[in-house]
């Protein structure tokens, strides 16, 4: 049966069905694995999409430790290498990381083996986010990232024309990626998911980054607008705003005890390679940690339900992360 409406997307049957069976073949299929002797206190890995790299399922958004003591975030960072929590998804100051980048860059002194280490260019002209890419670099302390997203594409100041253009972001970072700079190019951002398949469409991406949770699903919708493209060009999918967020006044956040289930909502959705979780400290790491560790993808009639309640709470969050079109 085709799953697809006409103008092809997925039909929220098919959507469920997708889910459904990514459930079944999570353990066996989908390539969430445990390595080595001390496999039970290592978190899950899943491929990044076709890059050939491995990653945890579960990864650090640096951006809340960011606003504490360089100290304290050097501290949290090391602790996070320690327990394999390995993919560090960070962004300068003026992104609103604070202290992040360069705390990270202590860290990755003597540590950069140990990290996959992902930063972002908020900057539509190439010129400029060619001198933002090797600005984050050396803040970082490093000589090439691993991921560089081109950053909130959807946001105002990201105009598609100029992002899309010869001078723009994007030639930038294809440059950046031919000079050694830079492992993957991806794209991230929370909102107009249809400038997400514009760029798609012209560019050769490796990963893609967007706001999903089951509150969202409703709002933004890249579950079904975005990722199945993306997929079958063999994007990898990486969730953010697992918990919400956005503007208070116009936002909201899922809160406990509804933060396991939000982590098991991304962690369910069809090839979806990790989750990216800001966090404060150790206390919130080791939390995710243990929903990582713990796992138990949702089944088709957990889906249908969640699904449910995000749709009622998504009346009073508005548009959280800016508008939809």
Not at 47 to 76: C, D, H
Not at 132 to 137: M, P, R
Not at 234 to 240: I, P, Q, R
Not at 307 to 316: F, I, M, Q, T, Y
């Amino acid at each position: 049966m085709d799953n697809s409406d006409p103008g092809g997307q997925t039909t929220r049957r098919g959507f469920l069905r997708s889910a459904g069976a990514g459930t079944a073949i999570a353990a066996a299929g989908r390539g969430d694995t445990l390595r080595g002797e001390d496999a039970p206190t290592q978190l899950p890995t899943r491929a990044l999409g076709k890059t050939g790299v491995e990653v945890p399922i579960l990864g650090v958004g640096t951006a809340p430790a960011g606003l504490r003591s360089r100290k304290e975030a050097s501290g949290f960072f090391s602790y996070c290498l320690d327990v394999g929590a390995n993919y560090m998804d960070t962004a300068p100051s003026f992104a609103g990381y604070g202290v992040a980048q360069a705390a990270l860059g202590d860290v990755l002194k003597t540590r950069r083996d140990e990290a996959f280490v992902v930063t972002k260019c908020w900057e539509p002209d190439g010129e400029k986010a060619l001198k933002l890419l090797k600005s984050n670099l050396d803040e970082l302390q490093i000589e090439r990232a691993d991921i560089v997203y081109a950053h909130s594409i959807g946001s105002d100041e990201m105009d598609p024309a100029q992002v899309l253009g010869p001078r723009g972001v994007m030639k930038a970072l294809e440059k950046a990626q031919r000079d050694g700079l830079v492992r993957f190019i991806g794209l991230s951002g929370h909102n107009r998911p249809a400038r997400f398949l514009d760029v798609l469409k012209e560019f050769e991406v490796q990963v893609l980054m967007n706001a999903v949770n089951y509150v969202c699903r409703h709002i933004y919708n890249f579950e079904e607008k975005v990722w199945p493209e993306a997929s079958r060009m063999g994007v990898a999918l990486v969730a953010m705003k697992i918990y919400g967020g956005g503007a208070a006044k116009r936002g909201g956040r899922i809160k406990p005890p509804d933060l396991v289930d939000a982590f098991r909502y991304a962690q369910s959705l069809p090839n979806i390679s990790t989750v990216v979780v800001g966090m404060h400290g150790k206390e919130e790491l080791d939390e995710n940690i243990r929903f990582a560790r713990t796992l138990q993808p949702l089944s088709e009639t957990e889906m249908a339900d969640l699904l449910d309640r995000g749709k009622e709470l998504a009346e009073s969050w508005g548009e959280p992360f800016g508008a939809v079109t």
